[in-house]
């Protein structure tokens, strides 16, 4: 049974860093963009980064541009979010999800194009 587990979420003062870690089962990534989106209280869900299918592209939201790193590992059939200089705004729940990727090398970050979701993690920033 495909399925996608988010890990490595929890609580972490303002300046901080944590690694979020997407695992995939019953399905390789090979073929599959994904994304990384976080929904705070209250608000909308957004994009925060994606990455291609093959690794080569990825593409950040400009309120993380700098700060984090998206990456992915095919031997663990795993992607990470490197999250550093952590924000109290990055405060949310962080979800992992998946498209069949028809085109290798670029990613769209938009939560339509993605078929398949985790069942999150919660960041929080705060001090």
């Known amino acids: 049974q495909a399925q996608i587990v988010e890990s490595g979420g929890g609580l972490v003062q303002p300046g901080g860093s944590l690694r979020l870690s997407c695992a995939a089962s019953?399905?390789?990534?090979?073929?599959?963009?994904i994304g990384w989106f976080r929904q705070a209280p209250g608000k909308e869900r957004e994009g925060v980064s994606c990455?291609?299918?093959?690794?080569?592209?990825?593409n950040y939201a400009n309120s993380v541009k700098g700060r984090f790193t998206i990456s992915k590992d095919n031997a663990k059939n795993t992607v990470y979010l490197q999250m550093n200089s952590l924000k109290a705004e990055d405060t949310g729940v962080y979800y992992c999800?998946?498209?069949?990727?028809?085109?290798?090398?670029?990613?769209?970050?938009?939560?339509?194009?993605?078929?398949?979701w985790g069942q999150g993690t919660q960041v929080t920033v705060s001090s």
């Open positions: 999800a998946v498209y069949p990727a028809s085109v290798q090398h670029l990613c769209i970050m938009a939560s339509r194009f993605f078929r398949s």
């Open positions: 019953g399905f390789t990534l090979d073929y599959y963009a």
């Open positions: 990455i291609s299918s093959n690794g080569g592209y990825t």
